[in-house]
Nanobody
Framework: VQLQASGGGLVQAGGSLQLSCSGSGYSFSSSYNMGWFRQAPGKDREFVVVARWRGGPTYYADSVKGRFTISRDNAKNTVYLQMNNLQPEDTAVYYC????????????????????WGQGTQVTVSS
């Protein structure tokens, strides 16, 4: 299973990007939770947001709350991450991930809670 993340790029501070994550040979309806993580150079992979594929609670990292929004399109088998008011500290490789484990939402902040990952897409925010 390989998830496909796309939509990254170079943007100025205050700008917006929308990332997409689609399944290659994988139906997100099989997953329970969907998440986005990011990893800046020299840093650990950092939790960004998690949501239930079938709807329900979402959980955002404090650093992105109010600026980033996760959404999904069941028909397109795609998860999106809308990122607004981007700042230089948001610069990182962004990864989407899916988990089939029925864990509580707050347990999904660890990369170890996920079963499948995308290849990552680079987001660079200039000041």
């Amino acid at each position: 299973v390989q998830l496909q993340a796309s939509g990254g790029g170079l943007v100025q501070a205050g700008g917006s990007l929308q990332l997409s994550c689609s399944g290659s040979g994988y139906s997100f309806s099989s997953s329970y939770n969907m998440g986005w993580f990011r990893q800046a150079p020299g840093k650990d992979r950092e939790f960004v947001v998690v949501a239930r594929w079938r709807g329900g609670p979402t959980y955002y990292a404090d650093s992105v709350k109010g600026r980033f929004t996760i959404s999904r399109d069941n028909a397109k088998n795609t998860v999106y991450l809308q990122m607004n008011n981007l700042q230089p500290e948001d610069t990182a490789v962004y990864y989407c991930a899916a988990s089939e484990r029925r864990l509580i939402i707050s347990a999904m902040t660890s990369p170890q809670a996920y079963d499948y990952w995308g290849q990552g897409t680079q987001v660079t925010v200039s000041s």
